[in-house]
């Protein structure tokens, strides 16, 4: 795969997995999923942002185009982006794996490496040369180790799995390059299935990085944010602060089909009330993933059972 370039000295190297049939063994993926990873180029050193999930590390190696990194960052620990990291210290012994103190943590204990390794606090940066990384730390979103690293002279920020989403990238990255009108339902239902019940946290992330200007979001999953950063953003916002959109979800099991019909004839007079935006969703067929997106979507909820 060509080299991607994000912006000047900025590179995307992730991989597309489109052979998982379900994340976490949980969540349907009907449109694969991406792992993202990125390269950054200093002056004086690289670095890596995050890594990807095992299976695809060879992938990842041929993206790379020969980078090598001085430093690993760590955003987020959960194995489909750090299961990676004992293959690529085998690689680059020399590379420097950067993370906060219970990212290191967890690095010792899930594969064993203690040494050259750099804890970094909150609000500390890192000299490439020409480029500097800037960390935050934004515990659970959607695990406590979790942070992001802001390049303020490109203002670029690597979200880890905020902003992220379900669907793997159809030959480019940038949101400027591709329709995301199918990646926003799978935002959706990312964020409700994995990221949902840490709002309180995600609105302490929001707040504590309005301090900075970002013309680029870059995720560990889905489509790098750049054109449409105003609307994913509120996406995001309202979903964090739990403000749902117009609308009913129906949702109903049945055994011969009268609790069918009662949940047909709701959504009838929903719409003869004036109601537009009607879900609705037989429990013993739809994935659960789906059933829970449109539960947080939307306002109105009905749940039919025999």
């Known amino acids: 795969m060509r080299i991607r370039e994000i912006v000047s000295c900025i590179d995307y190297v992730g991989v597309n997995d489109r052979t998982t049939q379900k994340f976490e063994a949980l969540w349907p993926l009907p449109q694969g999923v991406s792992y993202n990873s990125y390269i950054v180029r200093g002056s004086k050193c690289t670095a890596m942002i995050d890594a990807v999930e095992i299976s695809q590390c060879e992938h990842l190696l041929k993206n790379m185009n020969g980078a090598q990194p001085d430093y690993l960052v760590i955003n987020h620990m959960e194995p489909d982006h750090s299961g990676a990291i004992p293959v690529l210290r085998k690689y680059f012994p020399q590379m420097t794996i950067v993370g906060n103190i219970k990212t290191l943590d967890m690095v010792k204990n899930y594969y064993g490496i203690e040494d050259n390794v750099l804890k970094i606090a909150d609000g500390e940066e890192l000299d490439l040369g020409g480029l500097t990384l800037r960390f935050y730390l934004t515990p659970m979103i959607h695990w406590p180790e979790t942070m992001m690293t802001y390049v303020p002279e490109r203002k670029l920020l690597f979200t880890g799995d905020a902003f992220g989403c379900f669907g793997a990238l159809n030959g480019a990255v940038t ?132």
């Open 175 to 306: 949101d400027s390059d591709i329709d995301i009108s199918p990646y926003i339902p799978e935002m959706y239902r990312y964020y409700s299935n994995i990221v949902g019940k840490y709002g309180t946290f995600v609105q302490k992330a929001i707040n504590k990085l309005n301090c900075i200007e970002a013309n680029y979001l870059c995720p560990t999953h889905g489509p790098v944010w750049h054109e449409n950063l105003r609307y994913i953003s509120s996406i995001y916002n309202r979903l964090s602060k739990y403000e749902a959109e117009p609308g009913v979800v129906i949702v109903y099991g049945s055994m011969y089909g009268n609790t069918e019909d009662m949940a047909e004839l709701i959504a009838d007079q929903l719409v003869q009330e004036g109601v537009r935006n009607i879900r609705i969703h037989n429990a013993s067929y739809t994935d659960l993933s789906y059933i829970l997106s449109d539960i947080f979507k939307y306002n109105g909820l009905i749940i039919g059972a025999p």
